[in-house]
Nanobody
Framework: VQLQASGGGLVRPGGSLRLSCVIS????????VGWYRQVLGKQRELIAS???????DYVDSVKGRFTISRDNAQNTVYLQMNSLKPEDTAVYYC???????????????WGQGTLVTVSS
């Protein structure tokens, strides 16, 4: 299973960005996908997640501003980020937990990070 994250960049406070995470591979079912972010010197933080049934969850700091969604046909998960603040500046990572029908096991994979910088 491979994850390709994209969409980061420089944006002014109050602006918007949409991150994408394309999940590819064979013989897996997606159990859950999460978006994490990490600021230099701090622990990686889960900020949004979506599970197989479509339920979503957010950390308080992004509630009402960020939206996680999933395109099942494209195996792509998005993070729409609105009303961005300087404190949202971080490297953002997608993470997927999958099940493997043939083996009955589950695995977890990370995408490469994409840098989001919110600055005027």
């Amino acid at each position: 299973v491979q994850l390709q994250a994209s969409g980061g960049g420089l944006v002014r406070p109050g602006g918007s960005l949409r991150l994408s995470c394309v999940i590819s591979g064979k013989d897996f079912n997606i159990v859950a996908v999460g978006w994490y972010r990490q600021v230099l010197g701090k622990q990686r933080e889960l900020i949004a997640s979506i599970v197989g049934g479509g339920s979503t969850d957010y950390v308080d700091s992004v509630k009402g501003r960020f939206t996680i969604s999933r395109d099942n046909a494209q195996n792509t998960v998005y993070l729409q980020m609105n009303s961005l603040k300087p404190e949202d500046t971080a490297v953002y990572y997608c993470n997927v937990r999958v099940s493997h029908p043939r083996s009955g096991t589950t695995s977890q994979y990370w995408g490469q990070g994409t840098l989001v910088t919110v600055s005027s």
